[in-house]
């Protein structure tokens, strides 16, 4: 069974601190992990990653994956109080015939002013 | 730029009730899905359709059903609603994961049964 494991699941932090959201998934036929963003409503989409060590990056948010370990991170630096969210992974298997995504169970992030 | 569009945003049934969940896409996405997202649970998914005329169970499908009325529209039926049924539901599209671009989500359908 693809599994998809997110830590911490939840964590304070002050504004301007930074912090990295960690993910880790056990999975058949991986293909790539995304990273999504959900606030009040839908998840809105940040990041795709199919190869290991390439850094994407959109601001002060970036992710890296390592295909080897298995996990990816999730940096945000020089966090902000509309960073607070819940920030959710995401997984992409092939060949298993449900083209769709694993989700882990989300980090609830609360940024303090 | 509407996206992806979900329909009620809020419903109460009582137990047994039937309705429909209705789901359209404006972005000519070959592949939608609905989710239900529980607390502590994640999201989970419900059913997909790959493309126009396709629809396959996910993880959760037990107690519902779905169609793909044409390329734009898939809907969610729940047939006898229960209170395990009591959720947010999310309706979501896709071109291809592999472009890049993930998912669109629509905005939500939280759902309480009685």
């Known amino acids: 069974e693809d599994k998809v494991v997110q830590s911490p699941l939840s964590l304070v932090v002050h504004e301007g601190d930074t912090v990295t959201l960690n993910c880790s998934y056990e999975v058949t036929n991986f293909r790539s992990l995304l990273w999504y963003k959900q606030e009040k409503k839908a998840p809105t989409f940040l990041f795709m990653l199919t190869s290991s060590g390439i850094e994407k990056k959109s601001g002060r948010l970036s992710s890296i994956l390592d295909k080897k370990e298995l996990f990816s991170i999730l940096n945000i630096t020089a966090t902000q109080t509309g960073d607070s969210a819940v920030y959710l992974c995401a997984v992409v298997v092939s060949g298993g015939g449900a083209d769709g995504l694993t989700f882990g169970k989300g980090t609830h992030l609360i940024i303090q002013p | 730029n509407a996206g992806v569009t979900q329909t009620p945003k809020f419903q109460v049934l009582k137990t047994g009730q039937s309705m429909t969940l209705q789901c359209a896409q404006d972005?000519?996405?070959?592949?939608m899905y609905w989710y239900r997202q529980d607390p502590g649970m994640g999201l989970r998914l419900i059913y997909y359709?790959?493309?126009?005329?396709?629809?396959d169970k996910g993880e959760v499908p037990n107690g519902y059903n779905v169609s793909r009325l044409n390329k734009r529209e898939f809907s969610l039926r729940l047939e006898s609603a229960a209170p395990s049924q009591t959720s947010v539901y999310f309706c979501?599209?896709?071109?291809?994961?592999?472009?890049?671009?993930?998912?669109?989500f629509g905005s939500g359908t939280r759902l309480t049964v009685v």
């Open positions: 972005m000519n996405h070959n592949s």
């Open positions: 359709s790959a493309s126009e005329g396709t629809t």
């Open positions: 979501a599209s896709s071109e291809s994961l592999s472009l890049g671009y993930g998912y669109t």
